[in-house]
Every structure is written in structure tokens, then in C-alpha cells.
């Protein structure tokens, strides 16, 4: 089976967040099971050549987008230990910009980023056609990679090399949609007639990517099972509910893993001191140590540290911890954030790092070092999630003995369990999280109980085998429903 991965993201060659976690990690794990698969990524101009020695496999493509024949040239690089190839596209107009997004919280702003993720999914298309090399899967991955299944319902549903291919869509964020002007529709190519109207909000004269690639694909997916079930809910639907009811009979839910080769604190680089289970508790006190002195925290013996490694931006719960945030302090904890967002989210926490210095240690960077000695160096790890569609940060945490305190929500509520791997509450209220704390508080303070919970957490496998076998089912129903078009 020939499957290629579309993905705006993927690590450790351009990543962001959870999406390129993902984009890393899952096709290497279908590799092992044997399945045929690349990626396919743009090529941003912050990628390392020197890491990669991406190889130009193709010059001069010729892609057709706003009137224009815009020309990419594809270069192959490997994800780093593995045999899955990476196919970068080149645009100077569209693909190189810098940085992965343009906006810092990644969420998309502008109808130029709209029309370079929609031109690099053309790209990928056009590129296998030329190549005339079949392929059973395009995998896509939020609205970024979206205008793949919409272009195969359109401008190639007839084209002898693609027209046989079926499409997968995987939703990680439904709260970033890729919202922007109709008029991207011309810039592809597309015949506005081709389309339903109902398709898209004629009244505004908007396009959603998010909503074309639920439409268009042949299944949909999102990245665990609890979140599959909400975004059929107008509370965690994102206005696109009723169009997710519509297709219910395609969309299922597959629990993201994580890359045990990258996020293990028995061989993590970036870790002071190396660990694993049974020795957990001499790596958490030296890890501890090491990472106050580096972010300047006080040298406070047992007081309990509470980490958080997260973007910034309202989905995360960070309203309910500004709430909650002078509560918590004389609960007694200690406090270390790392991590990047909007401006209104960061303000408050940049105020509690001077209110509360030694107790409060505010990072407002991308640093991967630092998230590995939060993960290392803390005793629990906050993630209070407003929703959540999978996450990544509790998985690590688990294995880095770092206790999840999380919100019952999407994979949140499908990987910890209350009072046995970490602390779970339910009602997204400050007062739900500070009753939750007090509970942690007790947990810590009974040292045989903690060491359960730790060690538990330590244990459970998430690793990426199971899910993979997941997808490969899915793979083969989207190729039985693409015959049925
Ligand atoms: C997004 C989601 C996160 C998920 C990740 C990978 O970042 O917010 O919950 O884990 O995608 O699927």
C-alpha cells in the first residue's frame, strides 16, 4: 500500500507543536508494519540543510495557481533514524517563509497563509502526477493539507494517475480552521460550479479548509476516540458539528502515541540526568535541583513543582489558572512554564513571575531543552485543557514520572485515569482545578501513594505500534469507500 503523508509540520525537521509530533513519529511506526509511505512537507526556509542534506530529486514542477505557472523544486531528505522518505517543496513566493506559521500561536490569520498551504497541496498532487507514480492514500492533516481531497473531488477526479487514490482526513485542532476569501477557489483552479454551494458560506463568500477536507475525504478521523465524540457537539463542534453529524458513518477517533525513541528520560539528551523506573526517584531529585537552578526557582527541599511546557492560547486552560493562580501559590507550589502564544495569554503569567519570584518561573520561548527538564525536573504536570483533541504533553509527562493534573477532556480523558496514573477533574471552572489540587497536595504529601501513582504512570505504553495498526484499517476502509465514489 502506497500512502503519502501531508503534513504542514513534522519533527524533528519543522516542528511547532503536536502535529509534527505526530508527522514524525506515526508514518515510522507504518513503515514497520510495512507500509509504503513518505512525507510530504513545504520547505521553510528555517530548515537545518545541514541536519538533512535534503537531495533536489525534482527541478522546475510546474504548478498552476493564480493565473500563474509557479514553478517547486522537490527535494528528498529521511526522517532521522528511519527509511520514510521527506519530500520538500520550494517556492520561494509561498513556501519559504521562515518560521512554520505566520502567527505565533499558530492559529491562521491571513488569506496568505490560506493560499501557500493551499499551493503547496497542489504542489504534492502535482508532483505524483508528473511522476506518474500511483498511490493508494493521500493521509491529510488539518486544514493545512485540506485542499488535497477538495482538488481530488474536483480538478483530478478524472485524472488517470490520481483519480484512484483515496483520501484520509485527520482532524488534530478543529479550533483552527483555515477560514479565508472564495476566491482561493479560482487561484486553484477550481470551477466554482464543481462545487455545492452549500459547500461553503455563500452568504459570507468564505471558504473553510477545515470543513472542505471533512466533506471531501473518504474518511475522517480525529485523534482519540473522546474527541471524536465531541466534535459532534455544538460545545466542542467549532460550528462545523452538524456538518461532522452529516458524515458520522466516516468519522472515527485513533489515539495518537508517542515516539519513545525521542521522549524517554532514560536516554533523552536534553535530560540532566538520566533515569527510568527504578531509579526514578534519585533522577526526579536531581533533575529537580538542576532545573530551579536553571530557571531560578528557589532551592525549597520537597515543596511540590508544577510544570506546564504548552502554547499559549486560550484551548490550554490558562483563564482557569490565572483564576485559580493566587490559590494555588498558598497551596504551596512551585511554578515553571515554557512555552510560546498570544500576547493576552502570556501578560498574566508574566505578571505572577514577578509577583511570586523563586516561586514562579515564566519562559515564554520555543525551547525543546528546557520542556525535556520540565518534563525531568517536576512533580506534576498541569494541563487543564478547555479541549484537548489528543495531547501530547500528558503522554510525557507520564513517562517521565511527572504526574498529569488534567480536565476530562478529549484525550485527556482517554489516557489518565483519576487517582491511579494522575489527577482528573471535569467542570472547566477555577474552583473544579483548585478543589483538583488540593487533592494532589494530599497525594504528594503521602509519599507510598505518590510513588504509586508515579510509578504506575511510568508504566503505561503509548507507544505508536497500536495506533498505527489502527490507521492501516482505516487506510484500507478509505480505499473500499473511494471505489463506491
Ligand atoms: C493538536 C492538538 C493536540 C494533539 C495534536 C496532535 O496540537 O491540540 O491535542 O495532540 O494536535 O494530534
Known amino acids: 500500500m502506497k500512502v503519502v503523508f501531508l503534513a504542514s509540520e513534522c519533527a524533528p525537521i519543522a516542528k511547532v507543536g503536536g502535529l509534527g509530533d505526530v ?22 526556509k528555517a530548515i537545518d540543510h545541514e541536519a538533512y542534506s535534503p537531495l533536489l530529486v525534482k527541478r522546475s514542477l510546474v504548478v ?137 458560506d455563500a452568504q459570507n463568500r468564505d471558504i473553510d479548509l477545515m470543513m472542505q477536507g471533512i466533506i471531501q475525504s473518504d474518511v475522517i478521523n480525529a485523534v482519540s476516540p473522546t ?27 485513533i489515539l495518537n502515541g508517542v515516539d519513545y525513541q525521542i521522549f524517554n528520560p532514560e536516554t533523552d539528551p536534553n535530560v540532566f540526568f538520566n533515569y527510568s523506573l527504578p531509579n526514578w526517584q534519585e533522577g526526579k531529585r536531581k533533575n529537580k535541583q538542576d532545573l530551579r537552578h536553571s530557571v531560578h526557582l528557589d532551592d525549597e527541599g520537597t515543596t511540590p513543582l508544577l510544570g506546564m511546557v504548552t502554547r499559549l492560547t486560550d484551548q490550554k486552560g490558562l483563564d482557569i489558572i490565572r483564576d485559580a493562580f493566587p490559590t494555588i501559590m498558598k497551596l504551596g507550589f512551585q511554578f515553571v512554564l515554557v512555552g510560546l502564544g498570544d500576547p493576552t495569554s502570556e501578560e498574566p503569567f508574566i505578571r505572577f513571575a514577578k509577583e511570586y519570584p523563586g516561586k514562579v518561573s515564566i519562559n515564554l520561548t520555543f525551547d525543546l531543552k528546557l520542556a525535556s527538564r520540565i518534563y525531568a525536573g517536576s512533580d506534576a504536570f498541569l494541563m487543564p485543557s478547555k479541549f484537548e483533541p489528543c495531547g501530547l504533553g500528558q503522554l510525557i509527562a507520564l513517562k517521565y514520572g511527572a504526574v498529569p493534573i488534567v480536565r476530562a477532556t478529549g484525550g485527556l480523558k482517554d489516557t489518565i485515569l483519576n487517582g491511579e496514573t494522575g489527577f482528573v477533574f471535569s467542570p472547566y471552572t477555577a474552583k473544579a482545578l483548585i478543589n483538583c489540587l488540593i487533592k494532589v497536595r494530599e497525594g504528594f504529601s503521602d509519599s507510598k501513594r505518590w510513588q504509586d501513582i508515579v510509578e504506575t504512570g511510568m508504566s503505561q505504553d503509548y507507544s505508536w505500534d497500536r495506533s498505527a495498526g489502527e490507521y492501516i484499517t482505516l487506510y484500507k476502509n478509505a480505499i473500499r469507500w473511494s471505489h463506491e465514489r
Open 227 to 253: 474527541y471524536a465524540q465531541e466534535i459532534m457537539t455544538k460545545r466542542y463542534g467549532a460550528g462545523l458539528e452538524e456538518v461532522l453529524q452529516g458524515k458520522s458513518g466516516r468519522v472515527s477517533g
Open 64 to 200: 498552476p495557481f493564480e493565473d500563474k505557472e509557479r514553478e517547486v523544486d522537490v527535494y528528498k531528505t529521511e526522517l532521522p533514524n528511519s527509511k520514510v522518505p521527506v519530500y520538500l517543496f520550494k517556492n520561494e513566493y509561498f513556501l519559504s517563509g521562515g518560521g512554520v506559521y505566520f502567527s505565533k500561536s499558530a492559529f491562521c490569520e491571513s488569506h496568505r497563509e490560506v493560499q501557500r498551504f493551499a499551493f503547496f497541496s497542489k504542489a504534492v498532487l502535482e508532483y505524483f502526477r508528473a511522476e506518474k507514480e500511483p498511490v493508494d492514500v493521500f493521509h491529510c492533516n488539518d486544514w493545512h493539507t485540506a485542499t488535497v481531497p477538495l482538488l481530488m473531488k474536483t480538478l483530478y477526479k478524472d485524472d488517470p494517475v490520481l483519480k484512484n487514490a483515496a483520501t484520509v482526513y485527520t482532524i488534530h485542532n478543529l479550533g483552527n480552521q483555515g477560514i479565508s476569501e472564495l476566491m482561493l477557489l479560482d487561484e486553484l483552479g477550481i470551477r466554482r460550479e464543481d462545487l455545492d454551494t452549500l459547500d461553503w
Open 23 to 44: 508527522a514524525g513519529a506515526l508514518p515510522k511506526a507504518l513503515k514497520k508494519m510495512g507500509i509504503d509511505i513518505c512525507v510530504c512537507m513545504p520547505f521553510y
